[in-house]
């Protein structure tokens, strides 16, 4: 595991970045090419695409519906169906940004719902983000404090699905360790797969990272034998809480861990990183007027999606209050 982690920690930044700038650049192409007419080419970081426009994009919109955008480009000879390539895009960079800035394990991310989101005031004024994650692998709900970024993708998610107005549908999520479904929902990562809407499965995530992985050999030989997991973004996490210092029995509160061992054996490595993730759990996550390092964030709304400076133990210490207080608890978005 060891030897695990430290493979892992180089090559985070430029998975992240890799998923970023791809989901970036299909939401402008999305933008830029929906207002355009069948037949109209543009252009977008260097490379033209082509408006394709055909008689059945034009019933669905005779019939009220939306036509799908597609585009060919020119460089590549590639059909793209921009409004689907935007969509897996969109929700494949949502559940690495959410894996990798609060440590949850994948079950336990599948399992966010709207309900999840909740909010504390302090009595100075400060408002904490909070994100509770239900029950999993040790029986035991916890809260755990929003960075800015966690709650950035959190609420990018929650926009996109009550876009124009609507709510985000219930449905029922298969557990297939329990072999059951659940009661209906409202599950933040849920997409709608042709004119249903269904909740991600852990296999999906999986093999997503695997296919990236791929993409990426082809320019990064460290991915040509290294390959990542939705579990390895949490032992990265782990590491580095420990190794920023953040006293042990705080870490295993956070990832939901019941023994300190079990915490000190996910975070093996004793050399810090330059992601700076183990700074994520800021107190400031929601707070008004706080400034966060930037870089290109495909975020919505232009929020950054690079970690903070703040510190990890102050903002455990700024978290305490609302997990004794559950009754003053509500819901931000």
Known sequence: MDDRTRQRQPLLNTLVEHLENRYGHLR?????VADTLGGQTVMLEGRTYRRLWSRVDERR???????NVRVLDLGSGKNINVTHAEDAAFWEWAIVEVLRHSGVRIEEALELTH???RQYQRPNGEVIALLVVARSKSDRERVIPMSAELFAV???IVRRHTTGGQTIPLLPRYDPKERQSSTPMPFLFQRKIGT???VMSDTTVVNMLKRHCVELAEQHPGFLATSFTPHDFRR???TELVNSGLPVHIGAALLGHLNLQTTLVTSPCSTRTSSGTARDFSTGAAKPGQQTSTGRSPNPNGSASRSTSTSAKSSWEGARAPTRHRASMSTPV
């Open 236 to 238: 990265l996490l782990a």
């Open 154 to 156: 959190i609420a990018a």
């Open 28 to 32: 402008d192409l999305l933008t830029l």
């Open 61 to 67: 919109i005779r019939l009220g519906g939306l036509a």
């Open 115 to 117: 309900l999840s989101i």
């Open 196 to 198: 249903k809407h269904e």
